[in-house]
Every structure is written in C-alpha cells, then in structure tokens.
Nanobody, 116 residues
Framework: QVQLVESGGGLVQAGGSLRLSCAAS????????MAWYRQAPGNQRELVAA???????NYADSVKGRFTIARDNAKNTVYLQMNSLKPEDTAVYYC??????????WGQGTQVTVSS
C-alpha cells in the first residue's frame, strides 16, 4: 500500500510564503521523479514543479523564481517552498511520485488559498 501524505497548505496573504511537504511511504520501488501539481476550480491539473532522482528540476513558467522544489531521498519526501504568493496561485496542490516502472502515485491534495 502506497501512501503520499501532504501537509503545509493554508490561507496566506498575497506576498506571503508557504511550504508544502509530501512524505511517501509503502512499496514504492525506485522513485524517479517527485513533483507538485495544482488544480484551480474550472481548470485542468497542471505541473508546478518536478525533481528527478538525478537532481534536475523544472518549473512552470508562472512560478519560476518564486517556488523551489527540494527532495530528501532518504525520507522519500518532497517539499515545495512557495514565496511571493499571488492570488492566482490559489489551488489544490497535489504531490505526485513516479517510479522507474511507470507507476504513478498521487496524494490527496492540500488547499492553498492566497488572499489579495
């Protein structure tokens, strides 16, 4: 049984910061990428940031320079530091883990709300 437990969401004013965490447990073999996605009401789920096992990262253009993704491979945990938050960052944020066998796992989502 694979579990992804997310934490760190909440309500923050524009310009503020939040840090999301996602801890993966269970039978996840050979994790490749760990990523954060988000979905705002009426929108499709979109990639926010991803970090591969090789150390490379990529970000959505809308968050570059404001968000930072980091992994702790020993703990199977991924973090998303979000700074200079904007109202348009409001969404449910989902953690995703992809292993080398092509299995993809999702967290339950954590709400991030940025007030103007």
């Amino acid at each position: 049984q694979v579990q992804l437990v997310e934490s760190g969401g909440g309500l923050v004013q524009a310009g503020g910061s939040l840090r999301l965490s996602c801890a993966a447990s269970g039978s996840i073999f050979r994790i490749n990428s760990m990523a954060w996605y988000r979905q705002a009401p009426g929108n499709q789920r979109e990639l926010v940031a991803a970090a591969t096992s090789g150390g490379s990262t990529n970000y959505a253009d809308s968050v570059k320079g404001r968000f930072t993704i980091a992994r702790d491979n020993a703990k199977n945990t991924v973090y998303l530091q979000m700074n200079s938050l904007k109202p348009e960052d409001t969404a449910v944020y989902y953690c995703n883990v992809l292993n080398y066998y092509g299995y993809s796992y999702w967290g339950q989502g954590t709400q991030v709300t940025v007030s103007s």
